[in-house]
Nanobody, 121 residues
Framework: QVQLVESGGGLVQAGGSLRLSCAAS????????KAWFRQASGKEREFVAA????????YYADSVKGRFTISRDNAKNTVYLQMNSLKPEDTGVYFC??????????????WGKGTLVTVSS
């Protein structure tokens, strides 16, 4: 059993920043690839960013390149998503996930329950 717990969501004005965290526990390797996805109301879940096991490779959706940064601290079994220059279209529930491979839109083994990000205009 793997548990992924996201935190750091909230309400922010356009142009602002938020930092999301995802703490992993249970039967998961601290060096497994991780990813962030998001889902806006009434839309399908979409890929945001992914990171390899030791953080050497990162992948981003075109819509967030240059604004979002994914990182990880394996000693804390935690993955982060730093979100800058936020736009109203970034609003949605952000989900952390584990994956067998780090790439754009990777397959997912486990999902967290998500944290809500709301960007006001």
């Amino acid at each position: 059993q793997v548990q992924l717990v996201e935190s750091g969501g909230g309400l922010v004005q356009a142009g602002g920043s938020l930092r999301l965290s995802c703490a992993a526990s249970g039967r998961t390797f601290s060096t497994s690839p991780k990813a962030w996805f998001r889902q806006a109301s009434g839309k399908e879940r979409e890929f945001v960013a992914a990171i390899s096991g030791y953080g050497g490779s990162t992948y981003y959706a075109d819509s967030v390149k240059g604004r979002f940064t994914i990182s990880r601290d394996n000693a804390k079994n935690t993955v982060y998503l730093q979100m800058n220059s936020l736009k109203p279209e970034d609003t949605g529930v952000y989900f952390c996930a584990t994956s067998p491979v780090a790439k754009v839109a990777p397959p997912v083994d486990y999902w967290g329950k998500g944290t809500l990000v709301t960007v006001s205009s």
